[in-house]
């Protein structure tokens, strides 16, 4: 997952007549069947994974027949698969999860079903802003600037180049792409040129910038005092606290920049109407809520209530809302070769 990413497969057949019908209908999926629904998801694994299980699939897939398959890789090796499989008349997904970025890109391609709203009935309460015409919004956070409050007190992004923090400002190697976004805007540039990003990050290279491999090798960093401060998103902050780990965050100066998990169906998928029933669960409010109170990140949809607290911790407010830095997806499908190049060989070397 960009913030991201064993299983065993369960299946449940479907009832005959009535019960058949009913199942059917509930799902949307507009005739009956006599063979069990499988719906195959392309997805991280982990956490993730699991709260997938226990959110959507067990409350709301399996009373209803329709079982799940987990297909378990990191975001690039399942962009690889959409891209080799694309031509074939029968793919082996029926979902991908992804982030936004990865998404737009695949969607590029011409991978992925435009998504028949009409099977998708919970989609009119998606917030209308993270919708879009080849996936379904799961999940969303904002990149905020985590931090230990006994050592720092950031307020800006571009507070990550004081010098005061020499050595002690930490970035995940998985999220390069946004951390590109992070360096352009501290330096004044706008998301659809990365090269005031490119040359501000060669000036936090020389402040002894410490660059690891995983959100969890992050935590660990924070919780040793290794690292003060980091960009990261405010999910991650919050299961952190809740983990015990001595952070805050803040919404920098220049605005936070969203992440967006999403759903999308590949043209090809095998089981297109289990597909369906798994994207209309995964906007369910009680699927919502389960994930926000589990993992951290917003609901996509407006009917999902959280309590006040807890929507106070991982809500932007109105304000932050509007200063939000959006990706310039097709700035990022187009450069992203380039911009790995020089994150791997210029930046990391």
């Excluded at 329709?66 to 499989?85: I, Y």
């Excluded at 190697?173 to 352009?184: E, G, S």
Aim: aromatic fraction near 8%; include cysteine.
């Amino acid at each position: 997952m960009a913030d991201a990413p064993q299983l065993q497969l369960t299946r449940r057949a479907f009832g005959f007549g009535a019960s058949a019908l009913a199942s059917s209908a509930a799902l949307g999926l507009g005739r009956a069947r006599a063979q069990p629904a499988t719906c195959v998801v392309g997805t991280w694994g982990g956490d993730y994974q699991n709260l997938l299980d226990a959110n959507i699939v067990k409350p709301l897939l399996e009373p209803k027949g329709v079982s799940v398959q987990w297909d378990v890789a990191a975001q690039g090796p399942r962009k690889n698969k959409l891209m080799a499989e694309r031509r074939l008349p029968r793919g082996t997904l029926d979902i991908a999860c992804l982030s936004d970025v990865d998404m737009y890109d695949i969607s590029l391609s011409g991978a992925l079903e435009t998504l028949d709203e009409s099977k998708v009935s919970n989609l009119k309460n998606a917030v209308a802003a993270l919708r879009h015409a080849y996936a379904v919004p799961h999940i969303y956070s904002g990149m905020v600037l985590v931090y230990n409050p006994a050592h720092a007190q950031p307020k800006a992004y571009a507070d990550l180049w004081d010098e005061k923090y020499r050595g002690k400002v930490g970035l995940v190697d998985l999220l390069f792409t946004q951390i590109l976004i992070v360096a352009t805007v501290a330096a004044g540039g706008t998301p659809s040129d990365f090269e005031p990003g490119k040359k501000k990050l060669i000036e936090l290279k020389k402040l002894g910038v410490r660059v690891l491999p995983s959100n969890e090798a992050m935590a660990q960093a924070l919780q040793s005092g290794e690292v003060w401060i980091t960009p990261m998103w405010r999910a991650r902050c919050v299961q952190w606290q809740n983990a015990g780990i001595p952070v805050a965050n803040v919404a920098p100066a220049e605005g936070a920049i969203p992440i967006l998990f999403e759903f999308g169906v590949p043209k090809n998928a095998p089981d297109k109407e289990g597909a369906y029933a798994f994207l209309n669960a995964s906007l369910e409010p009680a699927a919502q809520i389960g994930f926000a109170q589990k993992m951290g990140y917003a609901p996509t949809v407006a009917n999902a209530q959280l309590p006040p607290e807890q929507a106070e911790k991982l809500m932007f407010s109105a304000a932050e809302q509007a200063k939000l830095v959006k990706t310039d997806y097709d700035y990022v499908a187009k450069e992203y070769q380039n911009l790995k190049q020089w994150w791997d060989r210029e930046f990391l070397a």
